[in-house]
C-alpha cells in the first residue's frame, strides 16, 4: 500500500505516468487483487505505455487473468511474458494452469514440467501434471506424479487429494489385469 502511495505521488510531481502505473499494477497483484491488476495491465497496453520490465507486466496480467478464470487470454499474455524472457520463473505454472482449465492436456504437462525444472510450485505442478495424464489415459505417468505430490510437498489437501488418484489407478489397473 505505501509502495502504490509512493508511485501515484511520483505520478504527481510528474514522474513517467506508464513507469509508475506498472508499479501500481505489481503491487494490486501482490495484494491478490486480480481485477484490479487486469484493468491496470490492459490499459497500460491500450496506452502503450513504455514499460520497464515488460515480461513481468505480462506475466502478471497473465497470472491475474488466470485467476479470474479467462483462460484464453491469460494464455496470450503469458506467451507473451515468455517470448521476452526465456525463464521466466512461474510463468510456465500458470500457463499450464490455464491450459489445464481449457483442456490443453499435452500442452499443460510440459508446462508443469518446465515449471518442476524451475522448482516453482513442485507440489503442485506434479499434483497437475498428473491430472492432465490421467485425462490423457497416460496412467503409469499419472502415479508417478501422484506419487511425487505425495512427498514434494506439505499441502494436505493435494496429498489426499494424490492418494485418492493413486487409490483410482489402482483398482483401474486391478480391474483391467495390469
Not at 508443469?112 to 492432465?132: A, D
Amino acid at each position: 500500500d505505501e509502495a502504490e502511495e509512493g508511485f501515484r505521488q511520483a505520478i504527481e510531481l510528474g514522474y513517467d505516468e506508464g513507469a509508475c502505473m506498472e508499479q501500481i499494477m505489481l503491487c494490486s497483484f501482490e495484494r491478490g487483487e486480480y481485477q484490479q491488476t487486469a484493468e491496470y495491465g490492459l490499459e497500460l497496453l491500450e496506452n502503450e505505455a513504455r514499460l520497464n520490465t515488460p515480461e513481468l507486466m505480462y506475466q502478471r496480467l497473465g497470472a491475474a487473468l488466470m485467476m479470474l478464470e479467462r483462460y484464453e487470454e491469460a494464455v496470450k499474455y503469458l506467451d507473451q511474458a515468455q517470448g521476452l524472457k526465456l525463464e521466466l520463473t512461474g510463468n510456465a505454472y500458470y500457463r499450464g494452469v490455464s491450459l489445464l482449465a481449457l483442456h490443453r492436456y499435452e500442452e499443460a504437462a510440459e508446462d508443469f514440467g518446465t515449471s518442476i525444472e524451475q522448482g516453482f510450485l513442485t507440489q503442485f505442478c506434479y499434483y497437475n501434471r498428473g491430472v492432465c495424464y490421467v485425462q490423457l489415459l497416460e496412467y503409469d505417468k499419472a502415479a508417478e506424479d501422484m506419487q511425487m505430490t505425495l512427498t514434494s510437498g506439505q499441502d494436505a489437501g493435494l496429498i489426499e487429494a494424490a492418494q485418492e488418484i493413486i487409490l483410482q489407478i489402482e483398482e483401474y489397473n486391478k480391474n483391467n489385469n495390469k
